[in-house]
Nanobody, 124 residues
Framework: QVQLVESGGGLVQAGDSLRLSCQASGRTFSVYAMGWFRQGPGKEREFVAAITGSGATTFYAASVKGRFTISRDNAKNMVYLQMNSLKPEDTAVYYC?????????????????WGQGTQVTVSS
C-alpha cells in the first residue's frame, strides 16, 4: 500500500513557474513508476508525465514537453513536477500516481495508487 500526498499548487499568472511535490509513504518507493496526471474543468483526467522507478527514463505528454520536468528522489520518497511557462490551459487539479510496475509508462488504468490532488490555476 502506498499513500501519496501532493503539494505545491496555487494561483499563478501565465508564464510563471510552479513546482509540485508528491510525498509517498512506504519503504520500497523505487519499485514504483510514478506519474502526474491532471483533470481540467469539464475534462477527463489526462496523462502529464511519468518516470520509471530508477528515474532513468521519463515520458511526457506532447502538450507539456519542453515546459514540464518530472523528477524523483528515491531517498526521500518524493516525486516532483517542475512546471515552467505555464499557460491558462494548464489549469487543472494535478494528481500524483504510482504504478507497481517500475518500468511502466503509467496510465489512468494502470496506476495502482492516487493522491488527492492539488489545484493549479493559471490566469491570463
Amino acid at each position: 500500500q502506498v499513500q501519496l500526498v501532493e503539494s505545491g499548487g496555487g494561483l499563478v499568472q501565465a508564464g510563471d513557474s510552479l513546482r509540485l511535490s508528491c510525498q509517498a509513504s512506504g519503504r520500497t518507493f523505487s519499485v514504483y513508476a510514478m506519474g502526474w496526471f491532471r483533470q481540467g474543468p469539464g475534462k477527463e483526467r489526462e496523462f502529464v508525465a511519468a518516470i520509471t522507478g530508477s528515474g532513468a527514463t521519463t515520458f511526457y505528454a506532447a502538450s507539456v514537453k519542453g515546459r514540464f520536468t518530472i523528477s524523483r528522489d528515491n531517498a526521500k520518497n518524493m516525486v516532483y513536477l517542475q512546471m515552467n511557462s505555464l499557460k491558462p490551459e494548464d489549469t487543472a487539479v494535478y494528481y500524483c500516481a504510482a504504478d507497481q510496475d517500475p518500468i511502466s509508462t503509467i496510465t489512468t488504468t494502470s496506476a495502482n495508487f492516487w493522491g488527492q490532488g492539488t489545484q493549479v490555476t493559471v490566469s491570463s
